[in-house]
């Protein structure tokens, strides 16, 4: 080919390898309010810097909860699976990658062949011959459309969705794991409010018993009496079971058998803590879903390029060079040398409407990640909201249950008072000792409750971040 034909043509390759049929993109429009609705002393709006990074959980100040988190980083299941998938996206990225270089394939052969003698329109020559060859071949794609920079920039876009999906995959195991953790603790609360109730119960029997033998209680009073016991006994029996189920859980998501693992219980409360809250428009960078979702949205529109690219003509550039010869000894000599190098362009004529649907689909999976972007987004805030609200409206209720809890004591002290002097019947005490251990037992259920929304409201606002 003439040096001129060859500069036009790599003239008019460079001009076309900037271009690209993807249409423009931008993250999909969703609506942002400028402040969350649910404000409260249990959820203070702060500037992004004072979210807890990393090790969120620390907030509880609980040594054992900190070497579960840790230990189920290292040993679920569903996070190295996780993990496992993330390396095969960014190596799927990397596949796309390197369609855009050249590739340089390299042949060595030795043949023996038979030509048949009454093969068509053969003109002589021996009937078996031998073929020694050894050279390299390049093929490379002039990505005149941005067909292939399209594929590496979805492929891109996939592996840093990927990459969200871990994080969101590991955000979801630590807050999984701090509620299950939370409400073994709630658990152990129960469990010793209930055997120091056992305790009190078996005192007043034994009370009872003795004024029932001294004539001054019925046998009505010892069977209430022994009846507050057995339910006190029967509570205390449920709970131990719902704390082993429990521990249990706790045991598959740090990666151990059940059969194995035992957490002691504690005889202390967890504190509240109080989560930091920013602005909205943050949300959109912490929640690694929301990120994803982008992501999936960017390459869903990299693939309508792709698909457009597919209408126009494919330019490739082959060549090969190497040694060719009948069999010997000097196969690498120069008049054994043999090359071959030239431009292809290849485009379809009539293929059906195949490529005109294949963009009709490209824009409707890029619709489809669009409308999955802007749920996403939605739910995230409503999450926030809810959370937020729960934490607030906890926050309050916990005050008016410890009043509660302080009245049903003082009324149960009062009751045993006047049942010992004989001027109350064992009815009030009964009535008095099951209102206290209802009004204590809320008090423990709405601490874990509260406790949950705090890491339920961390899980929202999108966890640790960087």
């Not at 939605?378 to 009043?403: G, H, I, P, T, Y």
Request: hydrophobic content about 45%.
């Amino acid at each position: 080919m003439p040096a001129g034909r060859w500069l036009l043509t790599a003239a008019l390759a460079a001009a076309l390898g900037g271009c690209s049929l993807a249409p423009a993109y931008a993250p999909p429009a969703t609506p942002i309010a400028a402040a969350y609705k649910e404000q409260g002393p249990w959820t203070p709006a702060a500037p992004s810097d004072a979210q807890p990074r990393g090790q969120w959980w620390a907030m509880f100040s609980d040594p054992v909860l900190n070497d579960l988190e840790a230990r189920a980083e290292t040993a679920n299941p569903g996070l190295a699976a996780a993990v496992a998938a993330y390396d095969q996206a960014r190596a799927l990225a990397f596949q796309a990658r390197a369609g855009l270089a050249p590739e340089i394939d390299g042949n060595v052969a030795t043949l023996r062949q038979r030509r048949s003698r009454n093969q068509p329109l053969r003109t002589g020559g021996p009937n078996q011959y031998a073929t020694d060859q050894a050279g390299a071949s390049v093929a490379y794609e002039i990505d005149l459309w941005g067909r292939l920079r399209n594929l590496a920039a979805g492929a891109g876009d996939r592996a840093q969705a990927s990459a969200a999906d871990l994080q969101s995959m590991r955000l979801s195991l630590q807050a999984d794991l701090a509620d299950d953790y939370l409400s073994l603790r709630g658990f152990d609360a129960q469990l010793r409010l209930l055997q120091t109730t056992v305790s009190a119960y078996a005192r007043a029997l034994q009370l009872t018993q003795i004024l029932h033998d001294g004539g001054n209680a019925t046998g009505l009073d010892v069977a209430r009496a022994q009846t507050q016991l057995s339910t006190a006994k029967a509570q205390l029996a449920d709970v131990g079971a719902e704390r082993a189920l429990m521990e249990h859980a706790i045991a598959a998501l740090v990666g151990e058998s059940a059969s194995a693992f035992s957490l002691t219980p504690v005889d202390t409360a967890l504190p509240q803590p109080r989560v930091a809250v920013s602005a909205p428009s943050v949300l959109l960078q912490r929640r690694p879903d929301i990120a994803a979702a982008e992501r999936r949205a960017a390459a869903a529109n990299a693939d309508v390029g792709v698909a457009r690219a597919a209408f126009f003509p494919a330019l490739t550039l082959d060549g090969s060079a190497g040694w060719q010869t009948g069999g010997g000894i000097n196969l690498l000599s120069a008049p054994n040398t043999v090359w071959m190098v030239g431009p292809q362009l290849v485009g379809a004529i009539f293929d059906g409407g195949r490529r005109k649907a294949g963009v009709r689909a490209s824009r409707a999976a890029f619709e489809q990640a669009s409308a999955d972007y802007r749920g996403v987004v939605l739910n995230a805030f409503r999450d926030v909201e809810d959370q937020m609200a729960l934490a607030n409206r906890l926050a309050d209720e916990a005050k008016d249950q410890s009043d509660a809890v302080t009245a049903a004591r003082r009324t149960e002290e009062l009751a045993n008072i006047r049942y010992r002097q004989g001027v109350a019947t064992y009815l009030d005490v009964v009535v008095a000792q099951t209102a206290a251990l209802t009004a204590e037992q809320a008090a423990i259920q709405l601490a874990t409750r509260r406790l949950q929304a705090s890491v339920n409201l961390t899980r929202a606002l999108g966890g640790a971040w960087s």
